[in-house]
């Protein structure tokens, strides 16, 4: 899968997004190792704190069918139907992916213009994972 259809799917995902508080839009494309993608949208609530992110909701949904390990993830962001700037996933999103994804993970950001690619460890430095337990 190349980056753009993979930021493609993610742009599919973001038209799901139930965000009737903040208006923010978010949509992502998880790529697994298996080469399934799973897809996720920010599902916003009233009480804030039940709310979840695009990138969580690609995640969670693609553990509780069995995938563990992924190479990618492709995120679009932004108010109303605009995708103008580039979405960049939160702290806890990103400490989330740490938990099944190496340092070398691809974090893809776009906008209709550009795709910029980072690693989690770019995003993440110095992260806590399971190797700090033992």
């Not at 930021?7 to 949509?27: I, N, Q």
């Not at 992924?70 to 938990?99: D, N, S, W, Y």
């Not at 980072?118 to 995003?123: A, F, G, I, K, Q």
Request: aromatic share 10%; charged share 20%.
């Amino acid at each position: 899968m190349t980056d753009l259809q993979l930021m493609e799917l993610a742009v599919e995902a973001r038209e799901r997004s139930y965000a009737p508080y903040s208006g923010f839009h978010v949509g992502a494309a998880l790529l697994g190792k298996s080469g399934k993608v799973y897809l996720g949208c920010n599902v916003e609530n009233a009480g804030y704190s039940p709310t979840n992110c695009a990138e969580r909701t690609a995640l969670f949904k693609a553990v509780s069918e069995g995938e563990l390990e992924f190479t990618a993830i492709a995120i679009v962001g932004g108010k109303g139907k605009e995708i103008a700037e580039f979405c960049a996933p939160c702290g806890v999103c990103r400490q989330a992916l740490a938990e099944f994804c190496e340092g070398d993970f691809r974090i893809l950001l776009g906008t209709p213009k550009d795709i910029r690619v980072y690693t989690l460890n770019e995003l993440l430095p110095f992260s806590f994972g399971k190797a700090d337990l033992h």
